[in-house]
């Protein structure tokens, strides 16, 4: 699954959540940033929050996935 399908699901998860997407990701609340993400300096933004979910909701749903 291509990097450019993987940030879209995650930004649509992050807004799913009520966060917003480009706002730096902070550790309050539910959703925390435990780890750095290779090429981000920190603040990342707070879509990153829902990046391994994503790849693995692409991963499981392949069909549904790439219409997204």
Excluded at 12 to 29: S, T
Excluded at 53 to 67: M, N, P
Aim: hydrophobic fraction near 40%; aromatic fraction near 6%.
């Amino acid at each position: 699954m291509d990097e450019e399908r993987i940030t879209r699901i995650a930004r649509a998860m992050c807004r799913a959540a009520r966060l917003d997407p480009d706002k730096p990701a902070g550790n309050k609340g539910p959703y925390t940033m435990s780890m750095q993400e290779p090429g981000h300096e920190s603040p990342q933004p707070a879509w990153m929050l829902f990046r391994k979910e994503a790849a693995q909701f692409a991963a499981r749903h392949g069909e549904v996935a790439v219409r997204l």
